[in-house]
């Protein structure tokens, strides 16, 4: 029996589950932030004790706490950095603090895309893979990947940042700073800010969204759907720079299972899949693209409770001897 | 007590070495390509055999025998598929018959670059790291990924083959088939086509070649350790492009090193190494930049005996169960 907890900005969903992913019992509670992150910390495990109970178990049948949240995390994934969506949470002790508060309990913290892909891995579109890239593409652009059956968090527990990879190097700027990122092209606020300046002011986009200034990715998708001429084009924009990103990730690690979240398995199989497939497959040899599977993720509206549960699946990165 | 056997295209190298590096024997000879890879295996088997009694042991005290071959592997590494410069080999089942052949000891196959990644790692630039990237740039450009202490093989046996990530969508067309590779914009092959076109005849690198039409990046570098113009300019522009690749692979992997072969090491530290060190730090986050090693590969002329010692140090690829 498993604690997920996962915290966002504003929400965080709590969730009693077992291995085999089946829910005993489950909460979605605002995000207290009072300034004190060690003071919002413990209200976490208070609001955590309340739904083990209501799962009608003893907090010692309780086998591992899974905490997905913003990161960065420090490498030894014990400490929250700094998120910008946490304020007040500055270099916070989190493992420690949660265990010290739920008996001792061990507690695993991931960010939320490792926490994502090792959902998508245990419980959604990439069971039974041994090795998958999970990508998801909301406001920005986040990343976790999995090889030969375990997470793998790189040196700063930064590997995954998929979105901070270059596609143009140099080119658009990103919102972090650096340029030509993935998320300065795939992500939905660069696509926003993209929008504002490209989308006609009399078209369906515009329309759908009260003003060019207010289009998101959420009415590109809705006005390809019904056919609007530009609406397609940035989609096969989209498509183009998507499919180029997974070309990379498969000449590096050659995975068995791209998981693809929020705006792709929004705009499903015509729009996005089928033709990023397409272009994933010419942009590989044959024997390379043969049996690679590019999936949409499947947990959906269910993800905060499962990322949960996934990082509580995830092993402690070992630190045994490495080479010779 | 460890047998490498690295076959190329022209010559094959063999040693017995230690675990921990020392040689006890070693010979280099010439590839015979008969036209009957069965022959052409039986006959490296017997030189093997001549190289261990060189080296006083009984075939009986080898505890492994690695294999650095040109790929590609078939997905369970027993076989070599088709290398274009083994003319005659067509799906070989090397492993078996090399292990028939030497009293059943164990075999392991690796494809050239991952065997030269293992190489560096045990007895070269990357001892000590658990996680390491290696790339090579001679003709091609091939990779190798070991991450968190393993050798990161993919559902193909072809992950690391970092030459064909797409550093231009739809960019240079490149010997592959493919367009826009890293192998087209920093292969030897590649860059010899380019200094063709735009190396001034009147030029230095024009010069040390014999015609722009001999150029290749030998020369580039000789020319620009002397000060040329054109060829600061073309290192320049490879430094790009290598930074280029390496950020992307940092916000992917996270990796501890990387350690760069041939050219690389050729050019050295003022005209290659720092400039990519100080281009690739300013790509990428300072948290993420920071303590990121990029080192040239030290094995030099020594790595085809050490790539076949460092096969024999991989672990088979493991088949344990993946997800829960």
Request: charged share 20%; with cysteine.
């Amino acid at each position: 029996m498993l604690l997920g907890i996962d915290v966002g900005g504003t929400k965080v969903a709590l969730c009693v589950g077992e291995l085999g992913g089946a829910l005993r019992a489950q909460r979605t509670v605002p995000m207290q932030l009072s300034g004190d992150a060690r003071r919002d910390v413990a209200h976490l495990a208070e609001v955590a004790r309340e739904v083990v109970a209501e799962a009608g178990l003893p907090l010692a049948e309780i086998e591992a706490v899974g905490v997905s949240l913003p990161g960065p995390l420090d490498a030894e994934g014990a400490r929250v950095l700094n998120p910008p969506n946490l304020p007040g949470w500055h270099d916070v002790p989190v493992r420690d603090a949660l265990r010290d508060a739920l008996d001792g309990l061990p507690v695993q913290l991931e960010n939320d895309a490792n926490a994502a892909a090792l959902a998508e891995w245990h419980f959604g579109a990439g069971r039974g893979f041994r090795s998958l890239v999970y990508l998801t593409m909301s406001t920005g652009v986040g990343g976790g990947v999995i090889l030969d059956g375990r997470l793998h968090r790189g040196r700063n527990w930064s590997a995954g940042e998929i979105g901070h990879t270059a596609l143009v190097w140099d080119g658009e700027p990103c919102f972090c700073g650096l340029r030509g990122c993935v998320e300065a092209y795939l992500g939905g606020r660069a696509w926003a800010r993209r929008l504002a300046q490209v989308a006609p002011p009399e078209g369906r986009v515009a329309e759908l969204a009260g003003g060019t200034e207010h289009a998101t990715p959420v009415q590109v998708v809705q006005a390809a759907k019904e056919g609007d001429a530009f609406a397609l084009q940035e989609i096969g924009r989209f498509n183009g720079h998507l499919a180029h990103t997974l070309v990379n990730l498969t000449f590096t690690l050659d995975p068995d299972v791209f998981v693809l979240g929020t705006i792709v398995a929004a705009a499903g199989e015509e729009l996005v899949l089928e033709p990023v497939r397409r272009l994933v497959r010419e942009h590989l040899w044959p024997r390379i693209g043969q049996g690679l599977e590019i999936r949409a993720a499947e947990l959906g509206k269910r993800l905060p409770y499962y990322a949960g549960l996934g990082a509580a699946l995830s092993e402690s990165p070992s630190t045994e001897a490495s080479s010779a």
